[in-house]
């Protein structure tokens, strides 16, 4: 029973294009988090929502908006896809915002934009 | 700003040797400290955690990590590696209880058989 999942895994598209990558925890946690990894795998927070509401945001473009339906799910969907937008993309989720028993994370999802 | 330093980026060691990465953070508050490890296409797994009390730490497969709040400091250490630890390992941050990881450059280790 995967804890963390993403989804799709794997996500190649257009320049220009819109998409959406979805994330679900079933671990009860009420925190989840948006992380990007780039090519040389450096990791930065994007965002992070407690109980549906956004707590942080960082300097991301406005073309990502994260969506929260409920604490177990957090969406990001990405407009206009720039090729610099390539990178794995992590949702990740904890208890509580101040992540002290640290983060669990989803398996990624490689968005390639040609 | 806030910022973890990863000291090695890329380290090869042989089966049995000892390992230590280092590990250097900039923040002068309460800080909560982790080692996560991401084998080959896979994704981040949490090794161990540092909030409070005993500043060395042990965690999972033999790794252990020791918190030295005077060099802002917590390296991973394990005596004797295997070839199935060949990975990359990112040292993170949550200042302040922020909840906000800052994570290291990671260090990409390989075990030669």
């Known amino acids: 029973d995967t804890a963390v999942s993403q989804t799709p895994k794997y996500l190649v598209t257009q320049m220009g294009n819109d998409k959406s990558i979805k994330c679900e925890q079933n671990l009860g946690h009420d925190t989840m988090y948006w992380y990007k990894q780039d090519s040389k795998k450096f990791l930065k927070i994007m965002f992070s929502y407690n109980n549906k509401e956004l707590i942080i945001n960082e300097t991301v473009p406005n073309r990502f908006s994260p969506k929260s339906p409920d604490k177990a799910h957090l969406n990001l969907h990405i407009n206009s896809l720039e090729l610099g937008d390539s990178a794995v993309y992590f949702c990740?989720?904890?208890?509580?915002?101040?992540?002290?028993?640290?983060?669990?994370f989803g398996s990624g999802t490689r968005l390639t934009v040609v | 700003a806030q910022s973890v330093s990863q000291h090695n980026h890329h380290v090869i060691l042989s089966e049995a040797a000892s390992l230590e990465l280092g590990c250097n953070y900039s923040?002068?508050?309460?800080?909560?400290l982790f080692w996560y490890v991401q084998y080959p296409g896979q994704h981040l797994q949490l090794l161990l955690k540092y909030f409070s009390g005993d500043p060395l730490v042990k965690g999972i497969k033999g790794f252990e990590a020791e918190f030295i709040k005077s060099k802002f400091s917590f390296n991973l250490r394990k005596p004797s590696v295997q070839w199935s630890d060949t990975a990359e390992y990112f040292c993170a941050v949550n200042p302040g209880n922020t909840g906000k990881l800052i994570f290291g450059q990671g260090t990409t280790l390989q075990v030669k058989p």
């Open positions: 990740a989720s904890s208890f509580q915002g101040q992540g002290r028993d640290g983060y669990t």
């Open positions: 923040y002068g508050g309460t800080v909560n």
